[in-house]
């Protein structure tokens, strides 16, 4: 009944969109859920709603609110200590999920705001995964699930920075599975389509030319379905990659 008993899960932008269903998900089949992103308030209501979730269901899940701005590195460190404390005694999961979506043409594209995606998207990213993954190697098990996008193969004017993001994403998740591969360390790439969350809210699609509509988009469910599915897999199965679109 609830496959991820015993577990802990990290899930990056926990608070909104794909990351707050994932944390859902991951509470509602019994993992303990480090929900992180930099807004208090946001995180403390999803503590607050899982917690009741879960009760309702007798899931042993519960969740804790991290608040952590994931660019910086004293941050993230400090943030990471139980989760890296408890890897030898525990099955790990970690989500990185946590992105940021900038539109423009390149022409438009501030150096400044290139950088910050690519630090926001890819590079703290890495610095989660740098951080587990020795414990997650000397541990044999552990399972690191890549957010990636459908924007991490196919390129779209506008798009510069996220494609450069997502893009460099998939290049580590793909590394990363060739180097843990037989290590009992696991690695998936989950790659959505346009899904319905607030990243698109500063764009509304729904009045934009060339954009989905918000109901044609996949709902962040059906992704943290495609995580769960892919995280509670027999040991020895690794999903190297889901890619999600509208039917
Ligand atoms: N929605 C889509 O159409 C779509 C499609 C394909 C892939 N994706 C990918 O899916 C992931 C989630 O997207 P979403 O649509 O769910 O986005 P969202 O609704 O905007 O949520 C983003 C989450 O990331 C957190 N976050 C952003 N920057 C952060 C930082 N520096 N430190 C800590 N937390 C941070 C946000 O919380 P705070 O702002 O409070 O920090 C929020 O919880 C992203 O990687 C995105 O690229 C989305």
Redesign the pocket.
């Known amino acids: 009944m609830h496959p991820l008993a015993g577990t802990q899960a990290l899930v ?9 269903a994932v944390a859902r998900a991951l509470v509602l089949a019994g993992a303990e859920v480090y929900a ?4 208090r308030a ?1 995180l403390e209501q999803l503590v607050a709603e899982l917690s009741v979730a879960a009760l309702e269901r007798s899931a042993p899940g519960r969740v804790h609110a991290v608040v ?4 910086d590195a004293a941050q993230v460190a400090a943030m990471l200590v139980p989760v890296v404390a408890a890897v030898s005694q525990r099955h790990t999961v970690l989500v990185n ?5 900038p539109l423009a043409p390149i022409v438009d594209t501030a150096p400044e705001t290139f950088a910050s995606t690519i630090d ?2 890819l590079v ?1 990213p890495f610095r989660v995964l740098h951080t587990l993954l020795r414990p997650m190697r000397e541990a044999g098990r552990g399972h690191v699930v890549t ?4 924007a991490d193969r196919r390129t779209f004017g506008g798009n510069a920075a996220y494609a450069a993001s ?1 893009f460099g994403a998939r290049a580590l998740h793909e590394v990363l599975r060739e180097e843990t591969s037989g290590s009992g360390v696991r690695a998936t790439l989950v790659a ?4 319905d ?4 809210d500063p764009i509304d699609p729904d009045h934009t030319p060339g954009l989905p509509p918000r109901a044609a ?1 996949l709902r ?1 469910e059906d992704v943290a379905d495609a995580v769960l599915w892919a995280v509670t897999r027999p040991a020895h199965v690794n999903i190297d990659e889901v890619r999600l679109g509208r039917a």
Do not use: H, Q
């Open positions: 990056t932008g926990a608070s909104r969109g794909i990351g707050r992180v992103a930099r807004g946001d952590c701005d994931l660019r999920n946590a992105g940021v979506f926001s998207n703290a957010i990636g996008s459908v997502k959505p389509s346009a899904t969350t607030p990243i698109w988009m962040p």
